[in-house]
């Protein structure tokens, strides 16, 4: 198959070489690879771990989960769910996902976050999957919160998921 027949070619839009010329052939130039990390972490334990409970009657929840000791989390996906009373869903709600570091006070970045408020519907989640995960060492923090425009007036179910490959050091 030529490639460089027409004015600007598949080869000519890469600006694909050899020794100063186009190559007739495109699998002269391009070689396949295959990523083979997420195989090769794949016989690491794959967990989903979940922490549920109560929400506060407050504007902000949040649910959170630690690095244990002596292992590295590649957090594969993250989020949140809430089941709101009927008194409650008129309220907006916004599910956010960051990290924070063991020393760290204040979260220290914001890896996404959905607005839920989705007209009176009492169940409202928000996932995000991360692509290319993200590797947090030891102590690191997934924190999950619920953030909504007043005071809950009723304590409902909040959940918080994380999917990870828990690494040992």
Do not use: C, H
């Amino acid at each position: 198959m030529q490639l460089q027949k027409a004015p600007l070619g598949l080869l000519g839009a890469f600006a694909l070489k050899v020794l100063g010329r186009n190559p007739p052939q495109f699998s002269d130039v391009v070689v396949p690879t295959a990523d083979v990390y997420d195989q090769y972490l794949a016989t690491q334990e794959l967990q989903q771990l979940t922490v549920a409970g109560n929400a506060n009657l407050a504007a902000s929840n949040t649910r959170t989960f630690t690095v244990p000791n002596g292992k590295v989390w590649r957090l594969i996906g993250a989020g949140a769910q809430i089941g709101l009373n009927v008194a409650d869903v008129a309220l907006k709600s916004i599910i956010t996902v960051n990290i924070q570091s063991p020393n760290g006070g204040l979260p220290d970045g914001l890896i996404g976050s959905g607005v839920t408020d989705t007209g009176g519907a009492a169940f409202r989640a928000f996932g995000l999957a991360l692509r290319p995960p993200i590797f947090l060492p030891s102590g690191w923090i997934v924190g999950l919160g619920l953030n909504t425009s007043a005071a809950l007036t009723v304590a409902v179910p909040m959940q918080g998921t994380v999917l990870v490959q828990e690494i040992d050091l």
